[in-house]
């Protein structure tokens, strides 16, 4: 369903350990918004999610939360963390998406 690259996994599994939530995860998803009509959101999920709402994904070691709706904008998606001169952050590349503007958060299907 979604991946998560090793580097991302190490990066999130540090958010974590930092915020004293090692057991936590992350939520991903996809709301509307962006000058491309979707954006998406990550965030730290701190309670248990709704096992029977959300899907629940591991990947690298990482639990990951996705809401119903979401989850048909991003099968097959990868969540990734890229470090370069203008600084560093998740990025994720959908294959989903049609299109996607010039900052690369926010996509159209």
Same mark, same amino acid.
């Given at each position: 369903m979604i991946? +998560?690259? $090793?580097?991302?996994?190490?990066?999130?599994?540090? &958010?974590? $350990?930092?915020?004293?939530?090692? $057991?936590?995860? &992350?939520? +991903?998803? +996809?709301?509307g918004g962006g000058c491309s009509g979707f954006q998406y959101g990550l965030m730290i999920e701190e309670g248990e999610p709704t096992a029977d709402v959300d899907r629940i994904v591991e990947s690298n070691g990482v639990r990951l939360f996705v809401d119903p709706i979401s989850v048909r904008y991003l099968k097959g998606a990868e969540v990734d963390f890229v470090d370069n001169l203008s600084g560093g952050g998740f990025t994720i590349k959908n294959p989903n998406a049609k299109s996607t503007c010039g900052c690369g958060s926010s996509f159209s299907v």
């Open positions: 991946n +998560v690259t $090793s580097i991302a996994a190490e990066k999130i599994s540090e &958010l974590l $350990s930092d915020e004293g939530k090692p $057991s936590a995860g &992350l939520r +991903v998803f +996809v709301q």
